[in-house]
Each structure stands twice: as structure tokens, then as C-alpha cells.
Nanobody
Framework: QVQVVESGGGLVQAGGSLTLSCAASGHAGGRYEMGWFRQPPGREREFVATITWGSSNARYADSVKGRFTVSRDNAGNTMWLQMNSLKPEDTAVYYC???????????????????WGQGTRVTVSS
């Protein structure tokens, strides 16, 4: 069983920066895919970013491209989301997700992920 814990959320002014962290444990070094999703108030959860094992391939939602950067440590246990130039519309609960790799999985989709954290809240004030 994989445990996933996010941290680093908080309140920030528009234009500011924040870094979220995600720690995954209990997976015995498996080559998991990891991703970030977010759920804005009153809306569905949506894709933010994903990064492959080995950090060779990071992909982003159009809404965050150029402002957010996802990274991962060499061991693959920790992932970060550096968020710059934050906007009020970035306000959401941010979730870290871990996926067991599989054929035909689309890591832009929530149902491709097997383990989820509890979420960390990010509030961007205008």
C-alpha cells in the first residue's frame, strides 16, 4: 500500500509563489508515475501536471503552463510543484496522485491514478 502526503499549501497574494511537496512511501522503489490535480471551489477536480519516473517527461495543463514547474527526486519518492505568478483562479485544494504504470494509461486522467493524498489547500488573494 502506498501512502501519499501533500504539504505546503497556504494563503498567498496574487503574483506570489508557493511550493507544494508530495511524499510517497510504502512502494518499495516502484517506478510510479506521479501527478498533481486540483479542485477549485464548487468545481470538478482537474489535471495540473504529471511527471514520469526519472523526471524525464513533465506535462502541464494549459492553464498553468509557463507558471508551474513539477519536479521529482532521483529516488522517485518526493515530488514538488513550484507555482509562480499565482492567480486567484489557482485557488483550489491540490492533490498529489501516484499511478502504477500500465499500458494505455492516460496520466492526464484521474482514473489512471491508484493512490491519492488528502489534499492541501491553496488560496490566492487578489
Amino acid at each position: 500500500q502506498v501512502q501519499v502526503v501533500e504539504s505546503g499549501g497556504g494563503l498567498v497574494q496574487a503574483g506570489g509563489s508557493l511550493t507544494l511537496s508530495c511524499a510517497a512511501s510504502g512502494h518499495a522503489g516502484g517506478r510510479y508515475e506521479m501527478g498533481w490535480f486540483r479542485q477549485p471551489p464548487g468545481r470538478e477536480r482537474e489535471f495540473v501536471a504529471t511527471i514520469t519516473w526519472g523526471s524525464s517527461n513533465a506535462r502541464y495543463a494549459d492553464s498553468v503552463k509557463g507558471r508551474f514547474t513539477v519536479s521529482r527526486d532521483n529516488a522517485g519518492n518526493t515530488m514538488w510543484l513550484q507555482m509562480n505568478s499565482l492567480k486567484p483562479e489557482d485557488t483550489a485544494v491540490y492533490y498529489c496522485a501516484v499511478a502504477v504504470p500500465g499500458p494505455a494509461k492516460n496520466y492526464y486522467l484521474q482514473n489512471s491514478y491508484d493512490y491519492w493524498g488528502q489534499g492541501t489547500r491553496v488560496t490566492v488573494s487578489s
